[in-house]
T-cell receptor
Framework: NAGVTQTPKFQVLKTGQSMTLQCAQD?????MSWYRQDPGMGLRLIHY???????DQGEVPNGYNVSRSTTEDFPLRLLSAAPSQTSVYFC?????????????FGPGTRLTVL | AQSVTQLDSQVPVFEEAPVELRCNYS??????LFWYVQYPNQGLQLLLK??????LVESINGFEAEFNKSQTSFHLRKPSVHISDTAEYFC???????????FGAGTRLTVKP
């Protein structure tokens, strides 16, 4: 099993550009989520999904879109990148509900917005 | 919504010394509590969790944490640390009635020889 994979590992964008961060898991997990990690702030939940076709907002959803067309994939779209979105982004998945099961994290995508 | 406070941003200790990383949470409903560890340039890995039952939970590498409902705390302890324990540790809490997990800001543990 590859676990949770994320692409790309690094990305530099200019303000106003759009892009999609890819996330895939091969564990047949229902729950998937996106976090951003910023120094001194820990991880903050952006969006999550409890199954294909179902998504919901987390703590910091503004400026990001998600969709879940399959169990395996959960892409994160930046609509119009801003310097405030410079961060490390982690995708995670878990069996069943994310509230009490172990979340498995991908290796992260380091995004810089100039 | 729930919140988590990790009281120390950095904890330097010498090898074989004991360590305690402090975590307090705030919630109005039942909670589930977690400690995750992040080694440099990696994603997070689950260290241990409290769901219900015994308030003392242990990990396979010697860490333990105790759920204290009256103090709303979930401190992480290890009686003797190793150089390899150097990492960032995150406390996290989720509530029984939603799927929104909240993480603390993290504590960077540095073990010195």
């Amino acid at each position: 099993n590859a676990g949770v994979t994320q692409t790309p590992k690094f990305q530099v964008l200019k303000t106003g550009q759009s892009m999609t961060l890819q996330c895939a898991q091969d564990m047949n997990h229902e729950y998937m989520s996106w976090y951003r990690q910023d120094p001194g702030m820990g991880l903050r939940l952006i969006h999550y999904s409890v199954g294909a076709g179902i998504t919901d907002q987390g703590e910091v959803p503004n400026g990001y879109n998600v969709s879940r067309s399959t169990t395996e994939d959960f892409p994160l779209r930046l609509l119009s990148a801003a310097p405030s979105q410079t961060s490390v982004y982690f995708c995670a998945s878990s069996y069943g509900s994310g509230r009490y099961n172990e979340q498995f994290f991908g290796p992260g995508t380091r995004l810089t917005v100039l | 919504a729930q919140s988590v406070t990790q009281l120390d941003s950095q904890v330097p200790v010498f090898e074989e010394a004991p360590v305690e990383l402090r975590c307090n949470y705030s919630s109005s409903v039942s909670v589930y509590l977690f400690w995750y560890v992040q080694y440099p340039n990696q994603g997070l890995q689950l260290l241990l969790k409290y769901l219900s039952g015994s308030t003392l939970v242990e990990s396979i590498n010697g860490f333990e944490a105790e759920f204290n409902k009256s103090q709303t705390s979930f401190h992480l302890r290890k009686p003797s640390v190793h150089i390899s324990d150097t990492a960032e540790y995150f406390c996290a809490v989720s509530e029984s009635d939603n799927n929104d997990m909240r993480f603390g800001a993290g504590t960077r543990l540095t073990v010195k020889p």
